[in-house]
């Protein structure tokens, strides 16, 4: 059916497609799926948006500011589609799975044709067909669990960079979160299309893999006979050719030493552990329902760094959590001063409807999170140099990714421990991979000079 409608829209002469895409990496693998169906439409992509006969946003609800950010943009595109009334706007994703926010849309934003979630990509075609043939169809937020979207064709932004989901979804419903209600369960794909799609990838060129779900270390797990996350590393890693592993991510409740000494042996994946610690209170921990402690956690860097002395280790911490006390936040400045990560994402706590912790009725003051938040990055931020100065004259090998963001002649690439590092180089080198000695550090990120 999904297919029929592809071949439907393909004979109405396609047009040009522009997909703005929001959030985790989790929904950049989604939107190369939009990429696909759209090419195989007849649409070529365009990133000017006056341009574009389809404008497809493909949302994220993980916090406040995202969905203000959406709703911003479908404010500017009301104009657009008075000038232009053949536009087509799109809306997708995890802020729409949320059937409230859906219903504001569809109410307040008539500018808006086509309203899909998160399990409905496939139904995109259709509606799509709908459209253009003079129908108003109705919204889809209908929760499929079974189909993972195998046979969509992906077409991704670069040829030697991929994202491969290998699950959907999460189970651990943190009390802080949305994305267990607008992703749904944990659903692993199939080890085998995992590895047919990596092996395909790397014969057409592709140098770096990277390997998404919301919890990765639960791999396998809700599939009888399936491996887990351990073996699918090695799995990958024995696939010939020259090209980088990395994953994301983990939740330190389920990661293993077997993980960890899968990481250690196997030489294609990277040195670099993402794994989020949320806070350093075990009260709050608790709350949170992570189910580790600060201590449980320590062991596994512990470990980790034992196996892999040049380990880099990231994290993502929340500040404000519901009750979080001055005594809570101190035992979040005292964990990143014992841990030491290489760096941290920072989020200050955005309340979101239909999770536990939204009617928490101890509430932290904006203010107050302002001042965790600036207190906590000047004490990373001094750790983040201290830990890249000692990069200062060592020699990475790094994939060549494309031109800096200020300067054109000066490229950027990311070391084994996921470190931006900017030097000169000639722009035919992109996509392959290069020697670079690390001459200065700075608090973000590195200068180098290639060898
Ligand atoms: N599944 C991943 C994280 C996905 S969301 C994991 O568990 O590691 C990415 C990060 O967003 C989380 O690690 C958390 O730090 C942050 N986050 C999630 N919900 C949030 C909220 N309501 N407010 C602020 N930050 C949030
Ligand atoms: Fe959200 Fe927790 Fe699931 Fe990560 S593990 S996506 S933080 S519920
Ligand atoms: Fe956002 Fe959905 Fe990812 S809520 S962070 S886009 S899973």
Redesign the pocket.
């Known amino acids: 059916m999904y297919g029929e409608y592809i071949k439907k829209v393909a004979a109405l002469g396609g047009g040009k497609a522009m997909i703005i895409t929001f959030g985790?990496q989790q929904n950049e693998a989604d939107s190369d799926k939009l990429r696909g169906m759209l090419a195989s439409m007849g649409y070529i992509p365009t990133e000017c948006r006056e341009e574009a006969d389809i404008i497809v946003l493909n949302t994220c609800a993980?916090?406040e500011h995202a969905e203000l950010r959406v709703f911003g943009i479908l404010g500017a595109l009301k104009a657009l589609k008075r000038k232009n009334p053949s536009l087509v706007i799109a809306v997708c994703g995890c802020m729409v799975q949320q059937a409230h926010i859906a219903d504001d849309i569809s109410r307040k934003y008539d500018q808006v044709d086509i309203i899909f979630g998160t399990h409905s990509r496939e139904k995109f075609p259709q509606m799509l067909y709908e459209v253009l043939s003079g129908r108003k169809v109705e919204k889809d937020l209908s929760e499929n669990e079974k189909d993972l979207g195998e046979d969509i064709p992906v077409v991704r932004k670069n040829k030697f960079s991929a994202l491969v989901t290998i699950m959907y979804g999460?189970n651990?419903f943190?009390t802080?979160?949305?994305?267990p209600y607008v992703r749904g369960r944990e659903r692993s794909r199939k080890s085998d299309n995992i590895i047919s799609e990596i092996t395909a990838l790397v014969a057409d060129g592709c140098k770096e893999i990277m390997l998404l779900g919301?919890?990765v270390n639960s791999y396998g797990k809700d599939i009888e006979g399936e491996c887990n996350f351990a073996t699918l590393l090695r799995r990958v890693n024995a696939i010939p050719g020259d090209f980088l592993i990395r994953f994301m991510?983990?939740?330190p409740k389920d990661i293993t030493n077997e993980v960890i000494d899968a990481m250690a042996e196997c030489e294609k994946v990277e040195r670099h552990l993402h794994l989020?610690v949320?806070c350093g209170s075990d009260r709050l921990l608790k709350i949170m329902n992570r189910r580790y402690t600060c201590d449980a956690y320590e062991k596994i860097i512990a470990y980790a760094r034992e196996k892999m002395p040049d380990l880099s280790v990231t994290s993502?911490?929340?500040i404000g959590f519901p009750g979080e006390t001055d005594e809570d936040f101190e035992q979040t400045v005292d964990l990143l001063k014992r841990v030491k990560f290489d760096s941290v994402?920072t989020?200050?706590?955005?309340?979101?409807k239909g999770?536990p912790?939204y009617s928490m009725d101890n509430q932290v003051p904006q203010a107050i999170k302002g001042e965790r938040m600036d207190t906590l990055m000047q004490v990373q931020n001094e750790i983040s140099k201290e830990k890249n100065k000692a990069l200062e004259g060592t020699v990475q090998r790094v994939l060549v990714e494309g031109v800096s963001k200020n300067d054109d002649t000066v490229m950027c690439a990311h070391t084994s421990g996921a470190k931006t590092v900017n030097f000169k180089c000639d722009k035919s080198l992109i996509g392959q991979f290069v020697k670079v000695k690390i001459t200065e550090a700075k608090t973000f990120s590195l200068t180098g000079k290639i060898i």
């Open positions: 985790c993980v916090r999460c651990n943190c802080y979160c949305i994305v919301q919890n991510s983990s939740h989020p949320q993502d911490i929340i994402y989020f200050i706590y955005s309340r979101r999770t912790a």
